[in-house]
């Protein structure tokens, strides 16, 4: 089983930045391929991005040319950089790690809020 847990979210304006982590602990990081996804008020989690085992990243369409997903296997660590935030990228962020075998582990979620 492994741990997860998100820091880094916070109010921002319209327009700037915040970098979101996620440190991990109990199991092997690289193992694990990786992903952010966010809840807004009264909607469904989606996904926002993803970054596989090997490095490989998806987006969203909502988030293509403004967030960048990374990861550091040696600091047991995912990053979501997000630039030019609109008020509709708030939301709860939470970090995600899927096992080889398909198992599921969540973190407990980092508020980031976008003012207009």
């Known amino acids: 089983q492994v741990q997860l847990v998100e820091s880094g979210g916070g109010l921002v304006q319209a327009g700037g930045s915040l970098r979101l982590s996620c440190a991990t602990s109990g199991r092997t990081f690289s193992d694990y391929a990786m992903g952010w996804f966010r809840q807004a008020p009264g909607k469904e989690r989606e996904l926002v991005a993803a970054?596989?085992?090997?490095?490989?990243?998806d987006y969203a369409d909502s988030v293509k040319g403004r967030f960048t997903i990374s990861r550091d296997n040696a600091k047991n660590t995912v990053y979501l950089q997000m630039n030019s935030l609109k008020p509709e990228d708030t939301a709860v962020y939470y970090c995600?790690?899927?096992?080889?075998?398909?198992?599921?582990?969540w973190g407990k979620g980092t508020l980031v809020t976008v003012s207009s």
């Open positions: 970054i596989t085992r090997g490095g490989s990243t």
């Open positions: 995600n790690a899927k096992s080889i075998y398909g198992m599921d582990y």
